[in-house]
DNA sequence: CGGCGTTTTGAGATATCTCAATGGGAGTGG
DNA sequence: CCACTCCCATTGAGATATCTCAAAACGCCG
């Protein structure tokens, strides 16, 4: 398996010039890819080219074992940096789950200008840092949690990531195959804990099950264990 | 629970003087402090005053819920950093699991040197990066794999990473808890898999428990899946 | 030698998985 | 516009890995 060619890259529109630092003017000049549902941005085992901002929909980071089993490690979302924090080829792979688009990013020139740019460099160490605080929270609850808790744990951290404020309603946005492997259930149970929450009055499915309804948000904590 | 109070720690010895870069430098100025089995280093909670490099024995880094379960994220053996990649107050708690001993670094000055010292701060950066990997593995062994896949691909890594090149030994310098709680087990299942692999002659148990002998290394490595 | 903390072992309970069938929605072609 | 298909989600029933509770054995230290 491996990533899409990449001549199905587009130029990205040109900023009008007032970028508010280095990241975002090379951000502003970088081509922009669009991916088809289970697309693949890079694989593990590729060369590491680019870093990778999504623009819109999930980019799903994920490493797989041997016999095919696999792990999500992270979904992105718009604004998230995917493919930093690595030397030589990816460690890991990175899949849309719905339509998405991404800016691409030269990694080797990105890192040249983090050695004389201390901010752009301090804010690459941030979100490496983030990223590693947001995957101890993640080990903790696949280590932990039951199902109903991961679950719950789940929809809360989708929510503080990607709700607007003060809304309720959350777009999956991925199948419930990409859920399971995040939280290292089957998509059996997490169909079925789903459907228990909405017995429970504290969700809601709606519009063929990608929009759920988060009813009763403070019981939902409760459940999750914070 | 608190971290024990600096008062007992102990001046460091000076280093001769060649040391060859500023991390050493400032670890040869650095006091060491001592720890009993189980005392912690420092709590979730606690400001975060220093940046630790262990020196002799095992620091578990670990993160618990609301209601006492306990998530061991990482092992910290010898010349492992701990505390990095943190801004405020820490998010995690790291306890000794048998006697050890840590040297102490003040982290604002660290990152004040950081600052100028590009070499200081790539190595942080390498570090940090290095963490994640690791965690990433971690979370990878706890979603997906089996009682027995988990224990086998502990001894590996443990055995990489801290058995003397061509020793077939390790010292598990934990208890099965210890074990259990990095693995998303319960101490009984992890004894009844530690037995079930010397059944197997994979491994062998000896003196109290504590030392384990990877009898088929291979193997193991089949156990575990890679 | 006695006591304490830990590990091992056993037996039964259970949460989650596996396998299988059903149902719904979106896209396609007649 | 209606079948047809494909993919995905849901639901059910039975299997099982792991957990829970309990007891016994071990090893260490005073």
Redesign the interface.
């Known amino acids: 398996m491996l990533a899409a060619h990449p001549d199905e890259t587009v130029r990205g529109t040109r900023a009008p010039g007032q970028a508010s630092n280095s990241l975002d003017q090379r951000m502003a000049y970088a081509t922009v890819r669009r991916l088809r549902a289970k697309e693949h941005v890079f694989c593990e085992g590729d060369e590491r080219e680019h870093v990778f901002r999504v623009e819109e929909g999930v980019i799903a980071v994920y490493?797989t074992?041997?016999?095919g089993?696999?792990?999500i490690?992270d979904f992105a979302y718009p604004g998230d940096l995917i493919g930093l924090?690595?030397?030589g080829e990816h460690?890991?792979s990175a899949q849309a789950t719905v339509p998405s688009k991404v800016r691409c990013l030269a990694a080797a020139a990105l890192e040249r200008i983090a050695?004389t740019d201390?901010g752009l460099?301090l804010k690459l160490?941030k979100a490496?840092?983030q990223?590693?605080?947001a995957?101890?929270?993640?080990?903790?609850t696949?280590?932990?949690?039951s199902a109903i808790e991961r679950v719950a744990a789940f929809l809360i951290s989708l929510h503080r990531r990607t709700a607007a404020e003060g809304a309720a309603t959350i777009n999956l946005a991925m199948r419930r195959s990409d859920i399971a492997?995040l939280?290292?259930l089957t998509i059996e149970t997490v169909s079925r804990t789903l459907t228990k929450l909405r017995g429970m009055g504290v969700i809601d499915l709606e519009q063929g099950a990608t929009r759920v309804q988060l009813c009763d948000l403070p019981r939902l904590a409760e459940l999750a264990?914070?």
Not at 135 to 140: E, G, P, Q
Not at 142 to 145: P, W
């Open positions: 490493k074992l041997p016999d089993r696999r792990q490690i924090g690595v030397i460690v890991l050695e201390a460099a160490y490496v840092c990223e590693l605080a995957t101890r929270n993640l080990l903790v696949v280590g932990q949690r492997d939280l290292g264990n914070e």
